[in-house]
């Protein structure tokens, strides 16, 4: 009675407390709501989840509560311990109630009616077994439902399938690509026992399991994981899905007890969310035991999972894409949403243990993500179909891939036997053996449902008389088949060659067959293509359009309101549609309609594309897509498109234009066409077959194309049948590399025809692809294949078994690669069987395979059968043992083109032969290369190695580098070494030697002749070379480089020698009779060593060289260097660096009856001898016991002591034994470490010693102290030293001494002012002939002005030169002459106000300043018009030039007039550009007279100059012109004077009585300047010379010109050019003036224009110009239609002008016509100084006879003939001309070809050219002129060169480098656009320290980089590299 209080207690607290509980719970977290979830049953939690949140929680309230007390009192003892914040008062309460209910096991039974009623299994432990019980009864009747259903599914799939469906012979190939990470992938291992099944798919991942297993199988290792099985559309795999689950349905899967089946294309019908529960109820099966049994099922899928199987088939079919990485982040999303009230059971997603419950209703996508992550039904067993294109989306999820593979040979045969034995055709066999041997049929046919296309299209093409008859796959029922007809005769028929012919044929066919209508003979205009196609072409039309609406939805299922009924009973009666049974949205079943196939959607959509007019371009380009196997998840999702782009190709061939125009035409009434209607339609197909092709093309030249692209290209050409386009594709693409994709035989067939259209070599590459063995079969058919490569593990001895008969199919393969495979001595040995008749084979590479030594020695056996083979690669995995490599050498010893043999241990091997043409033609090529690098070798394989190569007849190298050697290897190889015809080397390179097998090695020297060099230097090198190996190189540059003469070498550097060795190696040094190189370097000999080889040194009487550097050599030891030097007759150099620690290099002399090292010298004792003591610190002992040594030395010494430390001490020894040594000609101190009083020191030889011709010395630079004969010259240097006033004082002390100095140079010794003060104060006492230099000494402005005025003083100084400007300039020259005139030169010195007047002041004290140069001193015009007011002059002419910027036409006559106002001595004024130029005159005479009282200025000369072409204001000078009427000269050039400027300069002439030159240089372009300056010339009587160039001149001013110049009767001379403006008539009277004027001597007419008449006036005049001179007609535009006749006619007319000297005709394109006139005068012009006949066509020939013509004018001094055609001809007469022309200063003979004969005939010319100044020889056609630049030797005068353009390589400018210091006048070289390398450039700037006068060397435009141009260009400022 108790307990029933409290239980009612307990049900009545509960219903109390409901309204907190549910307040309470709103709260908590939504892992506590899962747990009090979980405690109730399936059917009810699926219920509650439809209800909001509020509604969830009161309704579980009023399920515990009805549940009974033992229940409730659980609930709430869960709630107690679960939730967070119950109220204390609640919270005792409940606990309280909780603890005093308990559940007694009697009370169990009595509860078990509740529980029961749901069907529930019981959370009590008795109950457990019995709920199990009753769930597997419902679950056993549910899955007898499902097996009724997938039995009946099964039966109506097979109906009219023809051959048996069995999983046992259907074959996937596993995919093994990369796993993801595992924190990326979700764990789908909750069992061990899954583990333990997963382990099978990660081997086959890994590539340890086979590649290709059954279905069957496949599925026995996919049980609970994710997998995914790929194949193209119409490769079987809903088939195989419904094979599975019959497979299933027969209890043949025991794994599963339930399978659910469900087709993508269903589901997307279904567009509201549902859960997996109402998917597999409603969707797939409902339970026939309604709400029990289907709650009973999903608690059984629940829980058991790893039971279940789903089958989601066509996912490529589906229209939305799963995100899987959504699936993983929504669990996070969830999270962060139940945060709120709403969020924690109202969202899509409901989280149960960390997964989605079977209840939640989801969009269909997400639900099958939900299934691919593991969120749903965690271990459940998901099997996936799609195409390999959208494998990315489930890629990630998946654990397994594998892809279906179609059928093979004997299934295509086996398949199309049985269609045509149900079909009943009598040419069944006729049929088969047509589809067997048509590689394009049988290739399609590997796909199933392309096989029975084909079969469809071979019933046709074989028995049109069964058109009635549909295809059985297609055919409604078996009773509507009409029966066979007997065939009758034909001819075997053309078959298609492309799919879209195919299936063009089978359209017609599939209409032709349409059950109970016979379709209407074809019109009679109908002249082509399927008739059938015209009948129901509106038909057609409305599929096409059909199809491409379904595609562009992406869907393939159509419900029947989406079909018209006559539309569908035709698609149905034809069997172009099938009907299939689908579940609508609202679980109703209804019927669908899809294509036959999906192939035949696509090519109806295609037909639509190319004949609607209603597509556009734009669209046609959207819808053309080329198909890529390779997708990442981020592409879209495209599903219907894989054959699409095809067809369009197809249809854009020619062959199809008639049937779409056919079929794009609008039908009228009873089908007729109507009119007009085919015009648009052809119009249309056209179009839209250009773009496809335009696309395809785009495509071709695309290089960006990946593999897979690139086969789909070649497919859609090959439906194109377009050669050209084939040939554009090959062209771009001459090797094909595919990686990674599994290729089918409708592929290669398409790789097949594109090879074969193309017509050229093609390459093949196959890396890792998967292929079937047919495959192979079609190789046959790419009829130029080259090279065929096969890369990767699948490639086996099966696959190479296949390969192995198609080979000698391939006539034109020359390479093949298998490598990386899985290729087996069983593979190898038939390979090399099939190779063997492959004749024309070149290349074989067999590397990274698994040959062993036997598989090696089969492929070796086929070498000497390949004639024409050039390499055979057999390294990577193989095992490449040295039994190998002797198995090879054994096989190829017959070989007599074998060229190398390269094995490097067990990596590689390599065999080379050599083409039979190469050793034909080339008698000596070298001999065979062996290279066995890292064996370990014993003794007898080393005799066996021998052996064999003993017997090849020439052995060229053989490399045993790295090897392992065993005892008495060495000994066996050194030993049959005499037996080995080695030419060239013997390379023993990182072998583990010992000294005594070292040393033992040198007695090759003496025991084999051949052998001349021993190269030992270790740690790794070792090698013997051979007497042949001087005939690979020219020895000469061996002895150029170092000095020796090739002989026999040793060379044993770092082999540990020791003093105690070297009595075992002088053994062999001594009986080597001609060593000329012993290099002992990086031992450890010590000077006891090496007084041992100096002992040895009498017997060694051809030694060149000894080397013992790095031997720890003592300054003893140097001691004893220097004795050996100065007593061994033939020792000529020692070099000792580091006090002998690191170099130590011995030279010596041929001996007596050897040839020298260097052909110019004699040999012997006059050689000379050197002795270096390099990099070392000197003591003053150190010296002096070298000088000892040195002093006996009886030949031409050199000490060079460069880079040393000498203290003072030292130096001082040095200079005491310096006057003692003799013989010395040269001490180098370069950057040798020594103290200012030690440089002092060396100084002061230059007094005590009369041998010292130079001393230069610079700190830490080169110096030198040269010494020779006695002389009256010396120079010194001295600089970079930091001298002070008292080293200045010692120094000119010193220099006092020194009566013969001629230069002397202090620069860049910071002298500042005090120290050049005080040199300059000793100046006057030097005795210095030349020059003093002082630059870089930081002089100031102050300082410069004391130097100035100290300098000056000095009457023997006639030039100082000083510049403060960035680069410190100070030289001062003197003269012999104490009368000469000074010179002074001031730039950039920028003085102040101060220090002008000063410098004025100096500059007036000197009398004896002829020049001086003011250049950017900064000085503004008020300062320049001070300074020429102060200047003054005595009895002879001080000129002064002021260049400044600011200086111009705008200041021009500011200037003048103020110069002129305030000097009254100037004599002549210029302005040239930037400079004022003054010369000053004393004109005391004048103004004495009455001349000067009258206010007339004495300038005879005026010249202003500007290039800027600016306006020149005369009327502000318009005063001081009139009053200079002594003025003679007259120059304004650059300058515009306009009509103003002109009316004073008119105005002045009447002033101007002496004027004679007038030159106005102008661009006037007002006419009236010419006629004004006309009437002014008429009051200049005196006037000489005229010049006027550049004005336009009308009619009106040629008149008043003519005028004017008839009234100048002392006129000389006319320049006329550049001017224009006037008439034809105009020219004429111009020319007759010029013609009157008869006293005329120059006459200039550049670049004018004249017409015939004009030239002809000419012409007529010159003849009366008998005093003419010089005729400038450069550039004269002839305006007439026979130019030629009238320039010869012009050039007849100098025949009698004997007094010419100077004649210009550049740019006269005279012709060989006025050059022989021209020759015909030549002779007479004994006066001739210049001739200018540049570009005017002048051949060879005529070149020829103008150049001997010239030999008479022994006064020409200019001959420019550049830009002609001038070639060998004339250079040959230039050389015998020239001789005779000594006056010759100017040769320009650019741009003409003269070839590398020419140039030599130019080079003899050049040596007898003393006078030349000027030589210009750019592009004259060859690179050929080192010859040229050594002439230029002998041109002693020449200033400017120009070898530019002509491709001259570094030979020409080590030449040139050579040459330039003895061209002491030289200052321009320009080499631009030669092709001079950094090494020739280097050359050339060195040999610039040399060359003091050159200015530029132009390098542009050679092969330099920008960095060494930029280099160079710091290294001397001189070397430009711009193009000005």
Not at 297 to 313: A, H, K, M, Y
Not at 837 to 850: G, K, R, V, Y
Not at 1669 to 1697: F, H, I, P
Request: charged content about 20%.
């Amino acid at each position: 009675m108790e307990d029933v209080e409290e239980n009612e207690d307990v049900l009545a607290v509960l219903d109390q407390e409901a309204v907190e509980l549910v307040d309470l719970l709103r709260s908590q977290a939504p892992a506590v709501l899962d747990t009090l979830y979980g405690m109730i049953d399936h059917r009810t939690r699926w219920r509650l989840e439809r209800l909001d949140l509020l509604g969830r929680l009161a309704e579980m309230i009023k399920y515990f509560r009805a549940s009974g007390p033992a229940r409730c009192s659980q609930f709430l003892e869960t709630l107690c311990m679960e939730c967070e914040n119950i109220p204390m008062r609640l919270e005792s309460r409940l606990v309280s109630v909780a603890g005093t209910t308990s559940i007694p096991m009697e009370t169990v039974d009595c509860t078990s009616h509740i529980v029961g009623e749901d069907n529930s299994l019981s959370h009590s432990h008795t109950l457990e077994g019995h709920g199990k019980r009753q769930c597997i009864d419902h679950v056993g009747c549910y899955s007898a439902a499902i097996r009724k259903m997938l039995q009946q599914r099964w039966e109506r799939a097979v109906q009219n399938v023809l051959t048996e469906v069995s999983l046992d012979e259907t074959w996937v190939s596993l995919r093994h690509g990369n796993p993801g990470k595992p924190r990326d992938r979700p764990d789908r291992t909750p069992t061990a026992d899954r583990m333990d099944r997963t382990t099978d798919i990660l081997e086959v991942e890994e590539g340890i399991m086979e590649d290709r297993v059954s279905v069957a199988s496949f599925l026995e290792r996919s049980v609970g994981k994710v997998v995914v099985l790929l194949g193209p559309a119409g490769s079987g795999k809903t088939l195989q899905m419904s094979c599975v689950g019959q497979r299933w349905a027969q209890g043949l899967l025991p794994s599963y007890s339930l399978l659910v089946l469900l087709e993508f294309r269903q589901l997307n019908l279904l567009t509201s969310p549902l859960s997996l529960a109402d998917l597999l109820l409603q969707c797939f099966l409902q339970p026939e035991g309604g709400d029990p049994e289907a709650s009973a099922v999903l608690d059984f899928i629940s829980d058991n999972p790893e039971r279940t199987c789903w089958i989601l088939d066509g996912y490529d079919e589906f229209h939305s894409k799963i995100q899987l990485g959504e699936e993983r982040g929504s669990q996070k999303r969830g999270s962060q949403e139940r945060g709120s009230q709403e969020g924690a059971l109202g969202g899509e997603m409901e989280e149960m243990g960390g997964g989605l419950n079977l209840w939640s209703p989801l969009p269909v996508a997400r639900l099958v993500a939900g299934l691919c992550s593991r969120r749903v039904l965690p271990g459940c067993t998901l099997l996936l179909t799609c195409r390999p294109r959208d494998l990315g989306d489930l890629e990630e999820a998946a654990d397994c891939v594998g892809e279906l593979l179609g059928f093979d040979r004997c299934r295509v045969k086996e398949y199309a036997a049985k269609y045509f034995q149900v079909r009943g055709q009598g040419q069944g066999e006729e049929a088969l053996k047509m589809l067997l041997t048509n590689s394009h049929l049988l290739g399609l046919s590997y796909l199933p449902s392309l096989c029975h296309i084909c079969c469809v299209y071979l019933e046709h093409m074989l028995c049109p008389q069964a058109s009635r008859m549909p295809p059985p796959q297609v055919h409604p029922s078996p009773q509507d088949r009409p029966r066979p007809q007997p065939p009758q005769s034909h001819q075997t028929p053309k078959l298609a060659s492309t799919l879209t012919q195919i299936y063009l044929t089978v359209l017609w066919a599939l209409l032709c067959q349409r059950p109970g209508r016979t379709p209407p003979p074809a019109p009679l205009h109908w002249s082509g293509g399927p008739p059938a196609l015209h009948v129901y072409r509106s038909e057609v039309r409305e599929l096409g359009h059909l199809a491409m609406q379904g595609l562009d939805k992406g869907k393939i299922l159509f419900l029947s309101d989406e079909l018209s009924p006559k539309l569908l009973d035709l698609g149905l009666r034809t069997g172009l549609l099938s009907q299939v049974e689908v579940t609508l949205q609202n679980v109703s079943r209804g019927k669908g309609f899809t294509f036959t196939h999906l192939t035949l959607q696509e090519f109806l959509c295609a037909l639509h594309i190319m004949t609607s007019d209603k597509v556009n371009e734009t669209q046609l380009k959207r819808k053309f897509n080329l198909r890529s196997r390779w997708t990442t998840r981020a592409d879209p999702k495209t599903v219907f498109t894989d054959s699409l782009h095809l067809y369009m190709c197809g249809l854009a061939s020619p062959a199809c234009t008639h049937t779409l125009v056919r079929l794009a035409e609008k039908a009228g009434a009873r089908g007729r066409t109507l009119s007009g209607s085919g015009f648009g339609a052809e119009t249309c197909v056209k179009k839209h077959q250009a773009v496809v092709l335009k696309l395809l093309k785009s495509l071709a030249g695309n290089p960006s194309l990946t593999g897979p692209k690139v086969v789909e290209l070649y497919r859609c050409v090959q439906e194109t049948q377009n050669v050209e386009l084939v040939r554009e594709v090959v062209g771009s693409r001459p090797c094909m590399e595919l990686r990674n994709i599994r290729l089918n035989p409708v592929d290669l067939d398409a790789i097949a025809f594109v090879v074969a259209s193309a017509g050229v070599d093609f390459d093949l590459d196959f890396g890792a692809c998967s292929m079937d063995l047919e495959c192979l079969d079609i190789l046959p058919s790419c009829k130029h294949l080259h090279h065929l490569t096969f890369r990767g593990r699948k490639y086996d001895d099966r696959f190479a078994d296949k390969l192995s008969s198609i080979l000698p199919k391939l006539p034109t393969l020359r390479k093949l690669e298998f490598t990386s495979a899985n290729l087996t001595d069983v593979g190898a040995a038939r390979l090399s069987k099939a190779l063997e008749e492959c004749p024309n084979i070149t290349d074989i590479n067999l590397s990274d395979n698994s040959l062993s030594d036997d598989g090696i020695r089969e492929v070796a056996e086929v070498f000497s059968r390949l004639p024409n083979l050039a390499s055979v690669m057999l390294g990577g995995k193989n095992s490449c043992s040295l039994g190998s490599v002797l198995a090879v050498l054994e096989k190829t010893s017959s070989s007599a083109n074998l060229e190398s043999i390269y094995a490097d241990g067990k990596k590689e091997i390599k065999v080379v032969f050599s083409l039979k043409s190469s050793i034909s033609s080339h008698n000596d090529t070298p001999g065979l290369t062996i290279r066995l690098l890292n064996q370990k070798m014993t003794g007898q394989q080393v005799l066996r190695l021998c052996e064999l190569l003993a017997s090849f007849p020439t052995l060229s190298v053989l490399d045993l580098s790295g090897g392992l050697w065993e005892e008495n290897s060495l000994q066996a190889l050194t030993g049959a070494l005499q037996q080995l015809s080695i030419t060239q080397s013997l390379l023993l390179n990182d072998s583990s030697l010992s000294v005594d097998e070292l040393l033992a090695m040198t007695s090759l020297l003496s025991q084999c002749p051949n052998v001349v060099t021993i190269d030992i230097r270790l740690p790794v090198h070792v090698s013997v070379e051979f007497s042949g190996s001087r005939q690979t190189h020219n020895p000469g540059d061996e002895t150029e480089a170092t000095g020796v003469v090739v002989g026999r070498k040793l060379r044993m550097q770092g082999c540990g020698l020791l003093p105690s060795h070297l009595e075992c190696l002088t053994d062999s040094l001594v009986r080597c009779s001609d060593l000329a190189l012993l290099d002992l370097s990086r031992n450890s000999l010590g000077t006891k060593g090496l007084r041992v080889l100096l002992d040895l040194l009498p017997q060694l009487s051809t030694i060149q060289q000894i080397h013992l550097g790095e031997n720890d050599v003592s300054m003893e030891g140097v001691s004893l260097l220097a004795g050996a030097l100065c007593s061994q007759r033939n020792l000529s150099e020692v070099c000792v660096s580091d006090g002998g620690k690191k170099i130590v290099l011995l030279k010596f002399l041929p001996s007596t009856g050897q040839q020298p090292s260097d052909p110019r010298s004699s040999g012997g004792l006059d050689q000379g001898k050197k002795l270096g003591v390099i990099s070392s610190a000197l003591k003053a002992s150190d010296v002096t016991n070298l000088c000892r040594k040195l002093l006996h030395c009886p030949s031409p010494l050199e000490i060079d002591l460069s880079h040393t430390s000498l203290k003072d001490e030292a130096v001082g020894s040095l200079r005491t034994f310096l006057p003692r040594m003799t013989t010395l000609h040269t001490l180098n101190l370069s950057h040798a470490h020594m103290s200012i009083n030690g440089a002092l020191l060396l100084v002061s030889c230059l007094g005590d010693c009369q041998r010292v011709r130079e001393v230069d010395l610079r700190c830490q630079g080169e110096s030198f102290i040269r010494l020779g004969e006695k002389t009256d010259r010396c120079s010194c240097r001295l600089s970079q030293y930091s001298l002070s006033c008292a080293n200045v004082k010692k120094l000119s002390g010193i220099l006092q001494q020194c009566p013969n100095l001629s230069d002397l140079d202090l620069s860049s010794n910071l002298l500042m002012d005090e120290g050049v003060k005080t040199f300059v104060e000793y100046l006057p006492k030097l005795r210095i002939a030349s020059s003093v230099s002082l630059n870089d000494n930081r002089l100031s402005k102050q300082g410069a002005l004391h130097l100035v005025s100290a300098i000056l003083s000095c009457a023997r100084v006639s030039l100082v030169e000083l510049s403060l400007g960035s680069e410190e300039r100070l030289l001062i020259r003197f003269q012999p002459d104490n009368h000469c005139g000074q010179t002074l030169s001031l730039n950039a010195c920028s003085f102040q106000a101060g220090q002008l007047s000063r410098l004025a002041k100096i500059l007036c004290s000197c009398a004896s300043l002829e020049k001086l140069e003011l250049r950017d001193n900064g000085l503004g015009m008020q300062q320049v018009m001070g300074l020429v007011e102060q200047l003054s002059c005595d009895h002879r002419q001080r000129s002064v030039s002021v260049k400044e910027h600011w200086v111009g036409a705008q200041t021009a006559v500011e200037l003048v007039s103020s110069c002129l106002e305030l000097n009254p001595n100037i004599h002549i004024l210029r302005v040239n550009h930037s400079t004022l130029h003054i010369t000053l005159e004393d004109k005391t005479e004048f103004y004495r007279s009455s001349r000067g009282s009258s206010g007339c200025l004495p300038v005879v000369k005026i010249s202003l100059v500007d290039s800027a072409e600016s306006r020149l204001h005369l009327e502000a000078m318009s005063s001081v012109l009139q009053r200079c009427a002594f003025l003679q000269d007259l120059l304004l050039s650059g300058c515009s004077l306009g009509r103003e400027g002109v009316k004073v300069l008119c105005s002045a002439m009447p002033f101007l009585a002496r004027l004679t030159t007038l030159s106005l240089d102008s661009k006037e372009m007002c006419e009236d300047v010419v006629i004004l300056l006309a009437e002014g010339l008429l009051h200049t009587k005196t006037l000489h010379n005229l010049k006027l160039t550049g004005h336009v001149i009308s009619d009106i001013g040629v008149e008043a010109l003519v005028r004017a110049l008839r009234g100048l009767p002392a006129l000389t001379s006319v320049d006329l050019s550049l001017c224009s403006g006037w008439t034809a008539a105009g020219g004429v009277e111009l020319m007759s003036g010029l013609g009157q004027c008869v006293f005329l001597q120059h006459i200039s007419l550049d670049f004018v224009s004249l017409d015939e008449q004009s030239l002809s006036r000419l012409a007529q005049g010159l003849p009366h110009l008998s005093s003419l001179r010089t005729l400038n007609l450069n550039n004269v535009m002839v305006r007439s239609s026979s130019e030629d006749q009238a320039v010869v006619l012009l050039l007849a007319s100098l025949k009698g002008l004997t007094y010419l000297e100077e004649i210009e005709l550049d740019c006269l394109r005279m012709g060989d016509g006025g050059v022989e006139e021209l020759t015909r005068h030549v002779t007479a012009w004994a006066q001739l100084r210049k001739l200018r006949l540049s570009q005017n066509l002048v051949s060879d020939q005529a070149g020829d006879k103008l150049l001997q013509a010239l030999s008479s004018c022994s006064h020409l001094q200019e001959l420019q003939l550049s830009r002609n055609s001038l070639g060998v001809a004339s250079a040959a007469r230039i050389a015998q001309v020239l001789p005779s022309l000594t006056h010759i200063t100017v040769l320009d003979l650019s741009e003409n070809k003269f070839g590398a004969e020419g140039s030599a005939s130019l080079s003899k010319a050049l040596v007898s050219m003393k006078s030349l100044v000027k030589l210009h020889l750019t592009s004259i056609g060859t690179p050929d002129l080192a010859s040229l630049a050594a002439s230029l030797d002998h041109c002693v005068s020449v200033q400017d060169v120009s070898l530019a353009w002509n491709g001259c390589q570094d030979d020409v400018a080590v030449e040139l480098a050579n040459v330039l210091p003895r061209c002491l006048k030289l200052q321009r070289l320009d080499l631009e656009a030669n092709d001079i390398s950094i090494a020739g450039a280097e050359t050339l700037v060195r040999s610039l320290k040399s060359c003091p006068s050159l200015q530029l060397l132009r390098l542009w435009k050679n092969r330099i980089s920008q960095s060494d141009a930029c280099r160079l260009t710091q290294k001397d400022q001189r070397v430009n590299f711009s193009s000005t």
